[in-house]
């Protein structure tokens, strides 16, 4: 049975697992001024990054609305099982319009078969998620094993994040101006995770930029000691030698079966600033 992998704008996918798993995305809405933009369709990584570096305001984002949904779904052949991975519902409305954009179609069509699952995660967590989906659709999974299996993933991803510079965190109001002027002087760099809701929160604060990549790195194997057939994912903002580095030392202590790198999209990016890193990995 075929079946098609969904998600959004929120999730961070390296080519050669989009192409394999032909995922289908659905965009978000990026704004620079009054210019709006559509994630990976109307503006490139390159065109972001070039903008963001010509402005003095981060941009704004906005999570695609239940039309946009009902539109992906119905582009997609009425027999064939759809499965939508959402970004967090911890962190934006997604989920809600992705399962709005399904209430949508079934009205017109009650026979799909439509399912939207809350990821509790993001970025390169999502691409973990629809790697383990393209996997057991290969093991020829049924669609509601699928579903079920999908869902107890969820619960045993761990996301966990390290930002190199506070910047765009104090210029998107998520950090006090003040206390972020401090945190920069002592050269603080947060460890942050995505909690067991979908939020994220603050883990650690480290000082310095080598001891943080070590904490990043040792913070694994609190939350897995069994890598036998375990992928990681990992994504990083305009920081590619930066990620492949740490990458390396990570496959150095911690034999995963297999590893993806991508760059973050503009939503996580916007935040995370440049080399923040983003890993995502099934704990125990």
Request: aromatic letters at 0%.
């Given at each position: 049975m075929h079946i098609q992998l969904m998600t959004d704008?929120?999730?961070?996918?390296?080519?050669?697992?989009?192409?394999?798993?032909?995922?289908?995305?659905?965009?978000?809405y990026l704004y620079f001024g009054d210019q709006e933009y559509r994630t990976g369709t109307t503006i490139d990584l390159e065109t972001f990054y070039r903008k963001m570096a010509s402005s003095d305001k981060l941009p704004q984002s906005s999570a695609p609305n239940p039309h946009d949904f009902y539109q992906a779904y119905k582009h997609v052949e009425p027999e064939t099982p759809i499965i939508m991975l959402s970004l967090s519902n911890g962190l934006s409305v997604t989920y809600e319009n992705a399962v709005r954009g399904k209430q949508m179609l079934l009205e017109e069509e009650p026979d799909r078969q439509i399912e939207v699952i809350n990821s509790k995660t993001a970025s390169c967590g999502l691409a973990l998620l629809l790697h383990e989906a393209k996997t057991k659709v290969n093991e020829q999974y049924t669609y509601e094993q699928l579903v079920q299996h999908l869902r107890d993933r969820v619960e045993q991803t761990s996301t966990l994040f390290v930002l190199k510079t506070l910047e765009n965190l104090i210029l998107g109001g998520r950090l006090d101006r003040v206390k972020g002027t401090i945190a920069k002087t002592l050269n603080i760099k947060p460890l942050m995770r995505g909690s067991d809701e979908g939020t994220i929160e603050v883990t650690e604060k480290v000082r310095g930029d080598k001891k943080s990549i070590r904490r990043f790195i040792e913070q694994i194997g609190a939350y897995t000691k069994d890598f036998e057939g375990k992928v990681l994912a990992m994504s990083h903002c305009n920081a590619e030698s930066r990620a492949k580095k740490v990458l390396e030392e990570i496959k150095q202590h911690y034999p995963f079966k297999d590893t993806y790198l991508t760059e973050m999209g503009p939503l996580i990016a916007t935040y995370a600033g440049e080399g923040g890193l983003v890993i995502s990995f099934f704990n125990d």
């Open positions: 704008g929120g999730a961070d996918i390296p080519k050669r697992l989009s192409d394999e798993a032909a995922v289908r995305t659905v965009p978000l």
